[in-house]
């Protein structure tokens, strides 16, 4: 299928747009032991700020099901204006508090947006597509690393802590009216009805659906568990600070766009769900090997480059995956997908730090043993490749 120069667009913008507040979600890890100084936090405090934003998560489906019951556009431009509420709260009220709210809404918008934008487009491309199309989007994700990231550290070191947040309002303004403009205005499906509770009960009686949720869940709380002591690790061992850690942030960038694009060029030749098996081996491998590289800062990068290429590829593999386990209810299985990885999140934002203190290699041990137990999970996911 040849996708019309319409649908290119929406690819487009949706990928800009996701990687404005992308950077907004990302920028907090490698600038950890900045922002923690700037408003007083200790490691313990954020990491808890993380397991709550997070845990928080939870209840995105609740909102980001209007996907489902009020249109695809609906959804996106509510996401849109939660994260941009984020934006201005940390920029007038630069507290923890603040900070912490911030963490909150710009999740919350997340968590809305792109199980809309997602669905939407896996009403309007054939499945066989999809993995293609999801990839090209899900690129937004590394481009924040790449490119976002490194420039709201530029931002932060001559202008302050509050400098790139003040760019972000500015940037989500912009995409809000590309999304308004770009994407038209929906109707939501008919099947099944539109109540939430018709919807969520389709997802929670599949058996195949709850077993993508929990392998959601697993490789996101393994991917959290070097999330939110790498900056810290790279920072105490190596001394690395705001212009270093930023060129950390890249290298990861440039493994995740390398795991996107993996996804885009070979997921729907080999099959979405064999691509997550293959990724997630992949993610115990680098896991398993990421303690061993790190004697040396560019051991550490390139451990570190891995570990996020094999993570990318597995979850951007498992999002065309999941728009084919439960067509009936797709936006809102997509969001209760998104859900379960922010309490994956969560869940290893809480047990991260208390592991760091036994070593890097107990968090690195800890999210190759938590892979592992997700490719026992992946057997039992069907999913219907013609819808």
């Known amino acids: 299928m040849k996708l019309s120069k319409k649908t290119w667009y929406q690819i487009i913008s949706s990928t800009l747009v996701r990687?404005?507040?992308?950077?907004?979600?990302?920028?907090?890890?490698?600038?950890?032991?900045?922002?923690?100084?700037?408003?007083?936090?200790?490691?313990?405090?954020?990491s808890r700020m993380y397991a709550g934003q997070s845990l928080l998560g939870i209840i995105s489906p609740l909102l980001a099901s209007v996907a489902d019951t009020k249109g695809r556009r609906t959804g996106m431009l509510a996401g849109m204006v939660l994260f941009?509420?984020?934006?201005?709260?940390?920029?007038?009220?630069?507290?923890?508090?603040?900070?912490?709210?911030?963490?909150?809404?710009?999740?919350?918008?997340?968590?809305?947006?792109?199980?809309s934008v997602i669905a939407y487009f896996g009403d309007i491309i054939p499945f066989e597509r999809r993995g293609f199309v999801l990839g090209i989007t899900e690129i937004s994700w590394s481009l924040a690393f790449f490119v976002g990231v490194p420039v709201a550290g530029f931002f932060m070191s001559q202008y302050g802590l509050l400098a790139p947040f003040i760019v972000l309002i500015v940037l989500s303004?912009?995409?809000?009216?590309?999304?308004?403009?770009?994407?038209?205005?929906?109707?939501?499906?008919?099947?099944?009805?539109?109540?939430?509770?018709?919807?969520?009960?389709?997802?929670?009686?599949?058996?195949?659906?709850?077993?993508?949720?929990?392998v959601m869940l697993l490789i996101c709380l393994a991917n959290q568990l070097i999330n939110v002591v790498f900056g810290v690790w790279l920072n105490s061992s190596f001394g690395m600070q705001i212009a270093a850690l930023g060129g950390a942030s890249a290298v990861i960038g440039i493994a995740e766009l390398v795991g996107e694009?993996?996804?885009?060029?070979?997921?729907?030749?080999?099959s979405s769900k064999k691509a997550v098996s293959i990724g997630l081996i992949g993610s115990v491998l680098s896991s398993a090997i990421l303690p061993l590289l790190g004697s040396s800062a560019w051991g550490a990068y390139l451990g570190l480059f891995l570990f996020y290429l094999t993570f990318e590829f597995t979850i951007v593999s498992m999002l065309p995956m999941m728009t084919g386990v439960l067509p009936a209810a797709r936006g809102t299985l997509m969001s209760i997908n998104i859900?379960?990885?922010?309490?994956?999140?969560?869940?290893?934002?809480?047990?991260?730090?208390?592991i760091f203190l036994g070593g890097f290699w107990m968090n690195a041990l800890a999210a190759a043993i938590?892979?592992?137990?997700?490719?026992?999970?992946?057997?039992?996911?069907?999913?219907?490749?013609?819808k």
């Open 339 to 354: 859900a379960s990885a922010n309490l994956g999140r969560g869940l290893g934002s809480l047990i991260a730090a208390p």
């Open 19 to 46: 990687m404005v507040y992308n950077t907004g979600f990302r920028m907090v890890f490698p600038f950890q032991p900045m922002l923690m100084k700037g408003f007083g936090i200790s490691l313990e405090e954020i």
């Open 173 to 214: 303004l912009l995409a809000f009216l590309f999304v308004l403009f770009l994407f038209p205005m929906d109707t939501p499906p008919a099947t099944y009805g539109r109540t939430i509770f018709s919807n969520f009960s389709l997802v929670l009686k599949s058996g195949s659906a709850l077993a993508g949720i929990s």
């Open 261 to 270: 694009g993996g996804v885009s060029a070979f997921t729907d030749r080999i």
């Open 370 to 386: 938590v892979n592992l137990l997700a490719i026992l999970v992946l057997r039992y996911v069907i999913v219907q490749e013609t």
């Open 84 to 115: 941009s509420l984020g934006t201005l709260v940390i920029v007038f009220q630069p507290t923890p508090l603040g900070f912490f709210i911030f963490l909150v809404l710009s999740m919350l918008g997340k968590a809305i947006f792109e199980p």
